[in-house]
């Protein structure tokens, strides 16, 4: 698993119209605070694609005090969100936009738990970690 780190402002302009009026005038550790949110009760602690020619993974993800393993082939969306709801998240997302950058992709997702809203941002070496990393850090921003 790898993490890689990308200019701000390329990272704001990948983003989604939405999401860019709405982070404007935030500094660089406040964009990356309230939309990257790799702090709270959910974590992703492995990632582990199963090859480039399929869409099967494996993730294991820290809820709280407890480690769940997700494996699924095809959508991590429907995975994550399916693990997340039987661990009492009942999150929802209401928008989904990803780029291709020069230093990996970013994911951006608009999510709604509990009657709040709000977005999670993400950057990774793949679409699928990315996209799992962005569901992460909106629920987390929500305030899991």
Avoid: K
């Avoid at 950058?101 to 070496?125: I, M, P, S």
């Amino acid at each position: 698993m790898t993490m890689l780190t990308l200019d701000i402002d390329t990272f704001r302009t990948a983003a989604p119209a939405a999401l860019r009026a709405e982070c404007a005038g935030l500094t660089d550790s406040d964009f990356r605070a309230r939309y990257c949110a790799e702090q709270g009760p959910i974590r992703l602690g492995d990632w582990s694609p199963a090859d480039s020619r399929s869409a099967c993974f494996t993730a294991t993800i820290e809820f709280a005090d407890r480690l769940r393993s997700v494996v699924a082939t095809g959508s991590p969306v429907a995975a994550l969100t399916s693990a997340l709801y039987s661990e009492g998240y009942p999150v929802e997302l209401l928008q989904f936009h990803q780029r291709t950058t020069a230093a990996g992709t970013a994911t951006f997702v608009r999510c709604e738990l509990n009657g709040r809203r709000g977005w999670g941002a993400a950057l990774a070496d793949d679409g699928l970690e990315s996209t799992v990393r962005a569901m992460i850090a909106g629920v987390n921003g929500l305030g899991a």
